[in-house]
């Protein structure tokens, strides 16, 4: 509270809250971070995206080499099949009454996996010889149809009428008198069942006419024959990645399921998100925390300041010259009276020098070289300073107060009294009552001094306090107390009477 008028002059000028430094920074935190997470959802969304494209690949390119193999299984068991049972087929064809139908199914069954029937045709797709039951009206002419498209060379396709569908072989052979096309029909296999059942993560497979983009097969979805619907424009700019089937007229494609990358993007922002938010609601929650603190200091501050001007209006006020300083003997603080003890105008003249270059006399208690117990030693004669002020001897009285924080001496506060009306009139009276005591004590009339402090307007409570000589000598007394014996007995005479 002493320490100086700049210590309350630079505490006005601190700033009431620092809300206008902290609330930028706690804005560019919030940015750096959101820059920072939205930088590494970034890159991590572009490595998801490469081994989601990846993914991709891998799956068609395999599903692709395993149906190559199936179909160049079964194009190869067709074609051993038509050589080795040449003659047989062609005797189904001329003489259809005198075969074993079902031994050739047994044959032709065991070859081929999952056969649901056979056709002969001749090289130009006359139909010339069918075993099993048609699934479609037109399945003759749709065979004929392919066969054509092919030109009458060994290929593989696909029917389908309503619920009921599957691939066909057709292989060219050699019999002994002519040439025809064995087509052994098959249902679908597992391999269509994986397009079909589809859920793969992010994307649906195809199974389209390599020319055409008309759809065979897709997630939930058998393309019935006459009825295949084409690729739209976006599906196929939209296609992820495409590759042919191996000895098929077919491709195999991958579509991007819809909503899909909201959902990836999503899950990848969604902890970078809550991770800002909760970041953000602690920045804010701090913000107010540091408003709250800093309107508290700003109220203790104003506090202190009031405080402070109401010491120093204190101070001002008293008749006292007070002097702080630190441990070093340099002033922090001064009030009008020492200012004016000291000579100077103003205090500002004053702040920041050394006591003892301003004060030198060695009478000072600052310039003594004294610790705080050696000056408590001091008697109140070395505690006196002489001094002439304004043409005028005058006497101060010092005293001092040590400041300590946590234990430890700060500084000390100097006050310098002026007694010099004091010391007079504490001379006078003391020569004043010699002289009383000497005209008491040498009167040649007998003084005596009563003391009537328990006076009730009785003789008797009358007490002898103090005799001069000339009382002893009236009363014959050597000294006061055989006096005081002679009072006291003469007062019980009188209490007796």
Same mark, same amino acid.
């Given at each position: 509270?002493? #320490?100086?008028?700049?210590?309350?002059?630079?505490?006005?000028?601190?700033?009431?809250?620092?809300?206008?430094?902290?609330?930028?920074?706690?804005?560019?935190?919030?940015?750096?971070?959101?820059?920072?997470?939205?930088?590494?959802?970034?890159?991590?969304?572009?490595?998801?995206?490469?081994?989601?494209?990846?993914?991709?690949?891998?799956?068609?390119?395999?599903?692709?080499?395993?149906?190559?193999?199936?179909?160049?299984?079964?194009?190869?068991?067709?074609?051993?099949?038509?050589?080795?049972?040449?003659?047989?087929?062609?005797?189904?064809?001329?003489?259809?009454?005198?075969? &074993?139908? &079902?031994?050739?199914?047994?044959?032709?069954?065991?070859?081929?996996?999952?056969?649901?029937?056979?056709?002969?045709?001749?090289? #130009?797709?006359?139909?010339?010889?069918?075993?099993?039951?048609?699934?479609?009206?037109?399945?003759?002419?749709?065979?004929?149809?392919?066969?054509?498209?092919?030109?009458?060379?060994?290929?593989?396709?696909?029917?389908?009428?309503?619920?009921?569908?599957?691939?066909?072989?057709?292989?060219?052979?050699?019999?002994?008198?002519?040439?025809?096309?064995?087509?052994?029909? +098959?249902?679908?296999?597992?391999?269509?069942?994986?397009?079909? $059942?589809? +859920?793969?993560?992010?994307?649906?497979?195809?199974?389209?006419?390599?020319?055409?983009?008309?759809?065979?097969?897709?997630?939930?979805?058998?393309?019935?024959?006459?009825?295949?619907?084409?690729?739209?424009?976006?599906?196929?700019?939209?296609?992820?990645? #495409?590759?042919?089937?191996?000895?098929?007229?077919?491709?195999?494609? !991958?579509?991007?399921?819809?909503?899909?990358?909201?959902?990836?993007? @999503?899950?990848?922002? +969604?902890?970078?998100?809550?991770? *800002?938010?909760?970041?953000? /609601?602690?920045?804010?929650?701090? @913000?107010?925390?540091?408003?709250?603190?800093?309107?508290?200091?700003?109220?203790?501050?104003?506090? +202190?300041?009031?405080?402070?001007?109401?010491?120093?209006?204190?101070?001002?006020?008293?008749?006292?010259?007070?002097?702080?300083?630190?441990?070093?003997?340099?002033? $922090?603080?001064?009030?009008?009276?020492?200012?004016?003890?000291?000579?100077?105008?103003? %205090?500002? &003249?004053?702040?920041?020098?050394?006591?003892?270059?301003? @004060?030198?006399?060695?009478?000072?208690?600052?310039? =003594?070289?004294?610790?705080?117990?050696?000056?408590?030693?001091?008697?109140?004669?070395? =505690?006196?300073?002489?001094?002439?002020?304004?043409?005028? !001897? =005058?006497?101060?009285?010092?005293?001092?107060?040590?400041?300590?924080?946590?234990?430890?001496?700060?500084?000390?506060? @100097?006050? *310098?009294?002026?007694?010099?009306?004091?010391?007079?009139?504490? #001379?006078?009276?003391?020569?004043? =009552?010699? %002289?009383?005591?000497? *005209?008491?004590?040498?009167?040649?009339? !007998?003084?005596? /001094?009563?003391?009537?402090?328990?006076?009730?307007? &009785?003789?008797?409570?009358?007490?002898?306090?103090?005799?001069?000589?000339?009382?002893?000598?009236?009363?014959?007394?050597?000294?006061?107390?055989?006096?005081?014996?002679?009072?006291?007995?003469?007062?019980?005479?009188?209490?007796?009477?």
């Amino acid at each position: 509270m002493l #320490s100086s008028t700049n210590d309350a002059t630079k505490s006005e000028r601190e700033p009431s809250n620092s809300s206008g430094v902290n609330l930028p920074l706690f804005i560019l935190s919030f940015i750096f971070l959101a820059v920072v997470l939205g930088f590494n959802a970034f890159k991590q969304w572009q490595e998801d995206e490469r081994r989601f494209v990846e993914d991709v690949h891998r799956t068609l390119d395999n599903y692709a080499m395993q149906a190559g193999l199936l179909t160049r299984a079964g194009l190869h068991a067709n074609n051993t099949l038509a050589r080795s049972y040449s003659d047989f087929l062609e005797q189904c064809i001329k003489s259809p009454a005198t075969v &074993d139908k &079902d031994e050739l199914w047994g044959h032709i069954s065991a070859a081929i996996f999952n056969a649901t029937g056979f056709f002969l045709t001749s090289t #130009s797709g006359d139909l010339l010889f069918q075993y099993g039951q048609l699934m479609g009206d037109n399945e003759i002419q749709d065979i004929d149809k392919h066969l054509s498209r092919a030109d009458y060379k060994s290929t593989v396709f696909s029917l389908r009428y309503g619920h009921m569908g599957g691939y066909y072989i057709a292989t060219p052979f050699k019999s002994a008198s002519s040439e025809y096309i064995l087509i052994s029909r +098959r249902s679908y296999s597992n391999l269509s069942d994986i397009i079909y $059942n589809g +859920r793969f993560p992010g994307f649906e497979i195809l199974l389209l006419e390599r020319d055409s983009y008309k759809v065979s097969i897709r997630e939930k979805y058998f393309a019935s024959t006459g009825s295949q619907p084409v690729l739209t424009t976006d599906e196929q700019a939209n296609i992820i990645y #495409s590759t042919p089937v191996p000895a098929t007229s077919w491709n195999v494609a !991958a579509l991007p399921v819809q909503g899909y990358e909201n959902q990836q993007l @999503w899950a990848r922002l +969604r902890n970078p998100l809550i991770f *800002l938010i909760v970041f953000g /609601l602690i920045l804010v929650g701090l @913000w107010h925390f540091l408003r709250h603190q800093e309107r508290q200091v700003a109220h203790l501050r104003a506090q +202190r300041r009031y405080i402070e001007r109401r010491a120093d209006r204190a101070l001002k006020s008293i008749d006292e010259a007070l002097i702080s300083t630190d441990v070093l003997g340099t002033i $922090n603080y001064v009030n009008p009276k020492a200012v004016d003890m000291l000579g100077y105008q103003s %205090r500002e &003249d004053i702040i920041g020098r050394q006591l003892g270059d301003l @004060w030198s006399d060695q009478q000072a208690l600052w310039n =003594r070289g004294l610790d705080i117990e050696e000056l408590n030693t001091l008697q109140d004669s070395g =505690r006196q300073l002489n001094l002439i002020q304004k043409g005028e !001897a =005058r006497i101060l009285e010092q005293s001092y107060h040590p400041l300590y924080e946590y234990n430890k001496i700060t500084g000390i506060v @100097w006050l *310098l009294r002026d007694v010099t009306e004091a010391v007079k009139a504490k #001379s006078a009276l003391e020569e004043s =009552r010699t %002289r009383y005591k000497a *005209l008491f004590e040498e009167a040649g009339i !007998a003084h005596c /001094l009563l003391g009537l402090k328990d006076f009730t307007n &009785d003789v008797l409570n009358i007490d002898i306090i103090d005799v001069n000589e000339a009382a002893l000598q009236l009363a014959d007394a050597s000294d006061r107390f055989e006096l005081e014996k002679h009072y006291a007995n003469h007062t019980m005479i009188l209490n007796l009477s």
